[in-house]
């Protein structure tokens, strides 16, 4: 992050006293609060993309959730499901899930359908990072499970599958993995309890491929395409050339070609390319002012840092030399960031200190 990189070293030598130091790198250290405030109100895309953000909620929906795309719906569930047996039609269900008591929960969610068998597929979007993702998901699959009960004594508790797929671009473990897969088993033996529930959390950051060929498997691929999609850097047609170059059967080569197809916005409808550019406008405004809080948590973190190692830094400089004083100031820093739980590579790209040094602290 550009505006928390140190710029100690333009201070004067005759500028050591403590007031002075202590203004100096505070100023020096503040993000740019206006460039923030400015993203808040215009989004941090700087550009008008042609091709349609699918993790706009609207964006999703239009290409997975609808009768005309319900094709691409049945290509993304047996590519993230890798199924032993594809799914070959799917029916949509009321995506409103409402509370059965005064004051409940009540959820939307982005997709909700049902396959020929009658298994029930879940598929929510989450941007920002959410407190208890999993129990929040492991909630609502639970409530389509309770769901399928029938009155009378004669119901036996023959439930149907309940597949939840959570697309999250955020990473919500210490030790994250792009595909995490979930079940009821005996935790000794690995015995499966019941297959009724199957959960799938994809956490995006984790796919760091640059492009199609780096990606290992089928359900990569289609998260690394609608990745590209989101950036907004490249245009139909040059995403439909990857495709085509790539060398996909062509059962998927054509689910990829008709989302693309699909997310050119300039096949939209007026009225459709206003609802989807109203909620691209929130869904802006939302990460940017989530960027913004974050920045404010790392402000709040240098400057807690500041006063400690000032301090201790100018001690030291009066025997060791203002050089020291200012490395010792940096490491109470980087160390106040780190019990804070800030990532290493952000410590070291705020501090110029190398990510060895910050580990050792």
Same mark, same amino acid.
């Given at each position: 992050?550009?505006?928390?990189?140190?710029?100690?070293?333009?201070?004067?030598?005759?500028?050591?006293?403590?007031?002075?130091?202590?203004?100096?790198?505070?100023?020096?250290?503040?993000?740019?609060?206006?460039?923030?405030?400015?993203?808040?109100?215009?989004?941090?895309?700087?550009?008008?993309?042609?091709?349609?953000?699918?993790?706009?909620?609207?964006?999703?929906?239009?290409?997975?959730?609808?009768?005309?795309?319900?094709?691409?719906?049945?290509?993304?569930?047996?590519?993230?499901?890798?199924?032993?047996?594809?799914?070959?039609?799917?029916?949509?269900?009321?995506?409103?899930?409402?509370?059965?008591?005064?004051?409940?929960?009540?959820?939307?969610?982005?997709?909700?359908?049902?396959?020929?068998?009658?298994?029930?597929?879940?598929?929510?979007?989450?941007?920002?990072?959410?407190?208890?993702?999993?129990?929040?998901?492991?909630?609502?699959?639970?409530? /389509?499970?309770? $769901? &399928?009960?029938?009155?009378?004594?004669?119901?036996?508790?023959?439930?149907? *599958? @309940? %597949?939840?797929?959570? #697309?999250?671009?955020?990473?919500?473990?210490?030790?994250?993995?792009?595909?995490?897969?979930?079940?009821?088993?005996?935790?000794?033996?690995?015995?499966?309890?019941?297959?009724?529930?199957?959960?799938?959390?994809?956490?995006?950051?984790?796919?760091?491929?640059?492009?199609?060929?780096?990606?290992?498997?089928?359900?990569?691929?289609?998260?690394? /395409?609608?990745? $590209? &999609?989101?950036?907004?850097?490249?245009?139909?047609?040059?995403?439909?050339? *990857? @495709? %085509?170059?790539?060398? #996909?059967?062509?059962?998927?080569?054509?689910?990829?070609?008709?989302?693309?197809?699909?997310?050119?916005?300039?096949?939209?409808?007026?009225?459709?390319?206003?609802?989807?550019?109203?909620?691209?406008?929130?869904?802006?405004?939302?990460?940017?002012?989530?960027?913004?809080?974050?920045?404010?948590?790392?402000?709040?973190?240098?400057?807690?840092?500041?006063?400690?190692?000032?301090?201790?830094?100018?001690?030291?400089?009066?025997?060791?030399?203002?050089?020291?004083?200012?490395?010792?100031?940096?490491?109470?820093?980087?160390?106040?960031?780190?019990?804070?739980?800030?990532?290493?590579?952000?410590?070291?790209?705020?501090?110029?200190?190398?990510?060895?040094?910050?580990?050792?602290?």
């Amino acid at each position: 992050m550009e505006t928390c990189r140190s710029k100690e070293q333009g201070l004067s030598e005759k500028s050591l006293t403590r007031g002075t130091d202590q203004k100096k790198l505070r100023e020096l250290s503040k993000p740019n609060h206006q460039a923030v405030v400015e993203r808040c109100a215009s989004g941090s895309e700087h550009h008008q993309s042609s091709v349609m953000n699918p993790f706009v909620d609207w964006g999703f929906k239009y290409l997975f959730g609808t009768e005309r795309n319900k094709r691409n719906l049945v290509g993304f569930l047996n590519l993230v499901l890798e199924l032993e047996s594809p799914i070959v039609e799917v029916e949509y269900l009321n995506n409103e899930n409402i509370p059965y008591y005064e004051g409940g929960r009540e959820c939307v969610f982005d997709v909700l359908c049902t396959d020929t068998t009658g298994a029930r597929f879940l598929i929510e979007v989450q941007n920002a990072p959410i407190s208890y993702i999993r129990n929040r998901i492991l909630y609502y699959t639970c409530r /389509l499970i309770d $769901q &399928m009960g029938q009155p009378g004594d004669k119901w036996n508790y023959n439930i149907d *599958k @309940v %597949y939840s797929i959570c #697309l999250m671009n955020f990473m919500y473990e210490q030790d994250p993995v792009l595909k995490r897969e979930f079940m009821l088993q005996d935790p000794h033996t690995g015995a499966l309890f019941t297959d009724r529930i199957h959960i799938v959390m994809l956490q995006l950051p984790c796919l760091d491929a640059k492009s199609l060929s780096e990606c290992n498997l089928l359900y990569e691929k289609l998260l690394y /395409l609608l990745l $590209q &999609m989101k950036n907004g850097m490249s245009t139909i047609e040059e995403l439909k050339r *990857k @495709v %085509y170059e790539h060398g #996909l059967n062509e059962e998927i080569r054509e689910t990829f070609l008709n989302v693309l197809e699909e997310a050119n916005l300039a096949s939209l409808s007026k009225s459709d390319k206003a609802l989807y550019e109203a909620r691209l406008k929130r869904y802006r405004d939302n990460r940017a002012c989530l960027d913004y809080a974050i920045e404010q948590g790392i402000e709040q973190g240098i400057e807690q840092g500041i006063e400690q190692g000032i301090q201790q830094g100018i001690s030291r400089g009066l025997i060791e030399g203002r050089a020291e004083g200012m490395a010792h100031s940096k490491r109470e820093i980087a160390k106040s960031m780190k019990n804070k739980g800030l990532d290493v590579g952000l410590i070291a790209e705020c501090t110029s200190l190398s990510e060895i040094e910050i580990e050792n602290l």
